[in-house]
């Protein structure tokens, strides 16, 4: 493979979206590799910052809980537009403890999306329920309201919508359904803080939602962390409660919790960089609108926005039948990606009990099969972009070419 300082192939067209303020010495420095993710810039521009604040958390030794974890709480409720902000240790026990503090337990159902993280199902495990999978939108990989509501039963109590990759689940007639059958929505929002619906931000859609500060999220700590936002005071109550030992007041311990809370390092630090939250999800949507230009005429499928909600690209995940090949010859120009999810939930051997063989969910396990990440973070430069885009003109020239002579 050569000519990757050549920019001549294909992608010197010039670009709608303005993203040259990412990096000012893109145009003397060599090419370089691109990473998938690049965690360490963020953290360098906001250095003495963050260590500002940890340094009074180190002399007042308040290590959990305090003043630090109370606003940046209050901070993010905000931001979301809901009433409550628990913070809690991860973003699974943020789902976990929703789902118990919303009556999840033994014979309860939870329905959600065969397209996710593992970690969506593994809280509906630790939470005591049974988790019931259905399929996704083909389009937008979130949750098929249709499939939704076949899946209902009696024992069914709460839909926990993923907003996959960055992009709300169609939350109108989920919210529609969810109150025409009694049931409640918990929003798996690990990926899409700051993405709009309608208008809204995410977080305060459905009766409550999960937040994971995962370092590789849109918001990530310096660490784990999590978060549940809600409207519902006793929601957030029974998170807060079940976070701490069960205990409503110290030693009164009222049921059977876990030792999930917020420490203050990364709350502070959470708290710093949730207000450039907002500039790294539009540099995100402008180093997604750039690849959208310069792969527009390949055989690659491209993620596929709606009119009613925003896309804040945790992932830009584009599809082809042979990711594979493609992915390697990627690695070989040192272009990293990724696969978000390579085996759809009902076919990990953990699900294997519920019975659902290949070809129960076709969307799912078409992106599962078909879908690569491309590098994405709000620091991506054009050259960066524009590398990457090269190497898959001329990854999928190759592919289109072996298939068609297979064919
Ligand atoms: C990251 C993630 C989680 C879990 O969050 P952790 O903080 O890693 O526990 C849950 N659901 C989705 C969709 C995720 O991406």
Not at 48 to 75: H, K, M, P, T
Not at 364 to 380: D, I, V, Y
Request: charge should be negative; proline fraction near 6%; include cysteine.
């Amino acid at each position: 493979m050569s000519g990757w300082n050549n920019r001549g192939r294909g992608s010197d067209k010039a670009l709608s979206v303005d993203i040259s303020g990412a990096d000012p010495v893109v145009d003397i420095a060599p090419p370089s590799p691109v990473p998938f993710l690049d965690l360490k810039k963020p953290n360098q521009q906001l250095r003495s910052e963050i260590l500002a604040a940890w340094e009074d958390i180190l002399c007042n030794a308040a290590f959990v809980g305090g003043r630090y974890v109370a606003d940046f709480e209050a901070q993010l409720a905000d931001y979301v537009g809901a009433d409550h902000a628990v913070g809690v240790a991860n973003g699974t026990d943020a789902l976990t403890l929703a789902l118990r503090a919303m009556g999840v337990g033994p014979g309860v159902e939870v329905i959600t999306a065969a397209n996710t993280f593992f970690a969506t199902v593994e809280a509906i495990v630790h939470a005591g329920g049974s988790p019931v999978l259905v399929d996704v939108d083909e389009e937008t990989a979130t949750i098929d309201v249709a499939a939704t509501e076949k899946a209902i039963t009696p024992n069914t109590k709460v839909v926990v919508p993923v907003h996959l990759y960055g992009q709300p689940a169609d939350m109108a007639p989920l919210m529609d359904l969810a109150e025409s059958r009694g049931l409640l929505v918990l929003e798996d929002n690990a990926q899409a803080l700051g993405a709009e619906y309608q208008g809204r931000r995410t977080g305060a859609l459905g009766h409550a939602a999960a937040t994971s500060f995962y370092p590789g999220k849109n918001l990530g700590a310096c660490g784990d962390a999590g978060a549940v936002t809600t409207n519902d005071p006793e929601i957030a109550d029974r998170v807060r409660v079940l976070g701490d030992h069960g205990q409503s007041a110290k030693y009164e311990h009222s049921a059977i919790g876990t030792n999930s809370r917020l420490d203050a390092l990364q709350a502070a630090a959470l708290a710093i960089k949730l207000r450039h939250l907002d500039e790294w999800n539009v540099r995100r949507q402008a180093a997604a609108l750039a690849y959208a230009e310069l792969l527009a005429d390949c055989s690659l499928e491209l993620p596929t926005g709606r009119d009613d909600r925003t896309h804040v690209y945790h992932l830009y995940v584009v599809r082809h039948h042979d990711r594979h090949r493609i992915r390697e010859e990627m690695a070989s120009v040192g272009i990293g990606t990724g696969l978000h999810y390579p085996v759809p939930i009902h076919l990990t051997p953990p699900m294997a009990h519920l019975g659902h063989g290949p070809g129960s969910f076709p969307h799912s396990e078409r992106w599962a099969a078909h879908g690569l990440s491309l590098p994405m973070f709000p620091e991506l430069t054009e050259n960066e972009i524009r590398m990457t885009a090269d190497a898959l003109l001329e990854a999928t020239r190759g592919a289109d070419v072996f298939t068609s002579s297979i064919a």
